[in-house]
């Protein structure tokens, strides 16, 4: 059956309010076929989430709307896959609230959206051979997916030639860019023969976005910022900037920049990348 994820502006509502709106949800669903599965509550933004399985986006607003009224904003269908990368593969409590991992809140409803890409795949290939260039490409997902679970991040896909991966924090995210970044500089002093480098790219936003998209320019801009870096250099769109004020981060602000698929240049910032000590 279909997944949908919609989204409540509910300003105001408290964690109690909310938590009896999904057990009236739950009271009612059968009748529709719908099976509400959990949800995440951003009270400071007075925004709410909620993740079900439904015979159609109708079938899961009958539902709300019976219950209690509450009809979402708006509804999307998404995979399970990316839904449980960029809201949290956490299992909810009693009442049907996904918490953050290690933290007694609600989840925020900010993801942070994490690409990267290996410099010179395909030429790699053509001048190492394919046995060394999958070995490298072996080398780089070991990396990168240490560094995942070092720093709380979920890998959504691997692209090909890179990883994309979802976090709940910024500055996480962040960190682990940071801490690729100094692993692939190991792997290259200790193995001169073996040249690897990558690009880095992260934006932020909510999980449900314009037109109904999940995630869709969020992705699209970490995507673009990705490709827009130099080797061994990780951009950040200004959102994640933000969010990472007063978390001991490091930046180079390079100022608006124009990138492919976004009609107005973006502000794009550097992460500062200390050597490792």
Not at 205 to 215: I, K, M, V
Request: glycine letters at 10%.
């Amino acid at each position: 059956m279909p997944l949908y994820m919609d989204i409540h502006d509910v300003p105001g509502a408290t964690l109690e309010e909310v938590a009896k709106a999904h057990m009236a949800d739950m009271r009612t669903q059968d009748k529709y076929h719908v099976n509400y599965i959990k949800y995440w509550m951003n009270q400071k933004n007075g925004k709410v989430y909620c993740m079900c399985t439904a015979p159609n986006a109708e079938a899961a607003e009958a539902v709300h709307r019976e219950a209690h009224g509450l009809v979402a904003d708006r509804i999307v269908e998404v995979t399970p896959e990316l839904a449980e990368a960029f809201m949290g593969a956490v299992d909810p409590d009693p009442n049907g609230a996904a918490m953050m991992p290690g933290n007694g809140d609600h989840d925020p409803g900010i993801r942070t959206v994490f690409f990267t890409d290996i410099v010179g795949s395909t030429s790699m290939t053509q001048r190492l051979g394919d046995e060394l260039a999958l070995e490298l490409l072996a080398v780089h997902d070991r990396i990168v997916r240490h560094s995942l679970a070092a720093n709380g991040g979920q890998e959504v896909k691997h692209t090909g030639d890179g990883i994309m991966a979802a976090f709940l924090s910024a500055a996480s995210a962040i960190r682990c860019g940071m801490a690729v970044q100094r692993e692939l500089g190991r792997h290259c002093a200790e193995n001169p023969g073996q040249p690897l480098q990558v690009r880095i790219g992260l934006a932020a936003g909510e999980p449900l976005e314009r037109q109904n998209d999940f995630f869709g320019s969020t992705v699209q801009l970490a995507a673009r910022l990705c490709a827009h870096a130099q080797p061994e250099q990780i951009l950040v769109s200004n959102v994640v900037a933000e969010l990472c004020l007063g978390k001991g981060l490091g930046f180079r602000d390079l100022g608006e920049v124009p990138l492919k698929g976004f009609e107005q240049p973006m502000r794009v910032h550097c992460v500062l990348v200390p050597p490792a000590g």
